[in-house]
């Protein structure tokens, strides 16, 4: 069975966004793949270093949203990045076979670092999380990795550095990965900011009551261009019709063309649409705040979920250790 | 019983310079300090990653080099780096408390950059070995670095390291170690080079034999203004004269003094102040080749002194990260 890893940073909890791009094809890969999951607390440490309490409480918080969407325990394998201690090995390792420039060319890192570190004093650690993302994803000797466009450089970093291995070392321990990225993409945020995103403040969490979803509906951004519900709208590119394309079931697909038909004509209001996609989406929800709820009654079972995943973790991480150790002719002891 | 780390990259065998620089006070200090000599695998890999055998195989040379200037088994703790996977986790996290600036500014590693790497094409874990340097010296706990002038860089780099993560994470787990540098400091090469050096092909090595001694002595770079054996030479910065004030015992000081006279009035010729330095190094390094002979005949038993210290080494290793994942609070299952 071909392997699929992927992960999430615990620094907050999990929105629609996450589902689009990610969670929705792990929900619908898990029977074909052997999924794990990885709470990666080391990098979310890598820009939280003097702020360990935020990542540690927002472990079972991530935890409980992927089992919330719909993985299934029994399946799939949920671990912590940080008790992997082969992960760090295969990191450092892996530093020695990419260049310097190589790693400040990556352009997810490049945005990154002037997003987050406007005084140009960037923590080391960060600029290597592409060489670390590569160790996450490398040390199960992965072959899918189901994420969002923007982890494209990292998966194809980790590819090189496989290939690398590989020859440098005459072996074919790792497979080379690829990414499977959402059908939607990278989904918009409530503001029309091209990503949803939590330090946007664009966000509706897979956790959100009715309440708090309705109201974020009721003030997203539209068409900017239409003043009165008379004036005719912009479809393509409005939020509101994405999130009713992503997120509505097929039996809505007459009412959403109709809907379509009569902004665009100037026959129908924001505010009924609004209210039209608050239903939709709290459908959506509702199913997964169930299972989160019964989840949240229960903390001590995810992290019995997380300790016994990360267990078998660990052990799948020592055999590739040993693979990786003998390519490398450092098995001393063997 | 206070701590010492320090090490050797396991690329070649030991020569003068290193036992000056640093195997003589490693000796002297056994008694005093619980010691532990790491076999830098890991770190010689930064820049041999694509010929491990090369690194594979000094491994035990490296040991026999420490064995045979007399440190003893029974008191001192030898490992291998790459053995060691707390090093490797450590150094994840210690990324996150440097920055990038920091680390390339760096002397030794500019330096080293310059020399190895003129294509510009430098391997990121070269960039980063002042940080697994730091978590090699940081994970044991250690008190006293004993080492060269050239290490002050990386010991300071563990020392600022240790501060900020026992600041920011409210502990007190690292002590912040301090550098011994050997009282001759850097040895010149026989050709006069301010370093003796591999890679400058100006060593002596511990394991040379006498009429290797001999020959290498013969030809050494010594008063570059002196034409003739009547010609006044000089006696301070000649590596001749230098080589007799660090490895001749105390009972030749009237013999050397005599000599240095002589020789500033141009009444010496270089051929005799070399013999006598020849039969001076050869007395020094009869005892260390005799114990390494023993070695030698017994690969086994160095084999099971690394793999003894390696275990004992991890216990340590077990224990510090567990201080360092309860200081952080990554210490989920605990």
């Known amino acids: ?12 909890k999990m929105h629609l966004g996450h589902f689009v791009g990610s969670l929705k094809n792990r929900v619908s890969l898990q029977d074909e793949y052997e999924t794990f999951i990885m709470v990666a607390d080391v990098q979310a440490l890598t820009d939280n270093y003097n702020n360990p309490e935020k990542v540690r409480d927002n472990v079972l918080e991530v935890t409980m949203d992927n089992l919330a969407v719909g993985l299934d325990p029994k399946k799939v394998t949920f671990f912590i990045q940080s008790q992997i201690a082969e992960i760090a090995e295969l990191t450092v390792l892996f530093m020695n076979l990419v260049t310097m420039e190589k790693v400040m060319r990556n352009p997810t890192v490049k945005t990154e670092i002037a997003q987050k570190f406007k005084d140009g004093s960037v923590p080391f650690g960060f600029i290597n999380y592409p060489v670390s993302q590569s160790a996450d994803i490398l040390f199960l000797r992965t072959h899918l990795v189901p994420a969002g466009e923007d982890q494209r450089p990292m998966v194809e970093l980790s590819r090189d550095i ?52 309705e109201k974020k509906v009721m003030s997203m951004y539209t068409d900017p261009a239409r003043i009165k519900a008379t004036d005719p709208g912009h479809v393509e590119g409005n939020p509101v019709f994405i999130y009713l394309d992503a997120f509505a079931p097929n039996d809505q697909r007459s009412t959403i063309n109709d809907l379509q038909t009569r902004y665009r004509g100037g026959q129908v209001g924001d505010i009924e649409v609004k209210k039209y996609l608050a239903k939709i989406l709290n ?23 997380l300790r016994q995943g990360t267990e078998k973790t660990r052990r799948e991480a020592v055999e590739t250790m040993k693979l990786v150790r003998k390519a490398m002719k450092i098995d001393y002891f063997a």
């Open 1 to 12: 069975m071909k392997r699929i890893l992927t992960g999430d940073r615990p620094t907050g």
């Open 162 to 213: 496989a290939e690398k291995f590989n020859a440098t070392y005459k072996t074919d321990v790792f497979p080379l990965p690829d990414l499977k990225v959402g059908e939607f993409g990278r989904l918009v945020g409530t503001d029309g900011n091209a990503k949803m995103s939590k330090s946007l403040g664009n966000t509706i969490y897979l956790s959100d009551t009715p309440e708090e979803v």
């Open 283 to 305: 459908a959506f929800l509702a199913p997964i705040r169930a299972r989160r709820a019964e989840y949240e009654q229960n903390p001590d079972l995810v992290r019995e979920i």
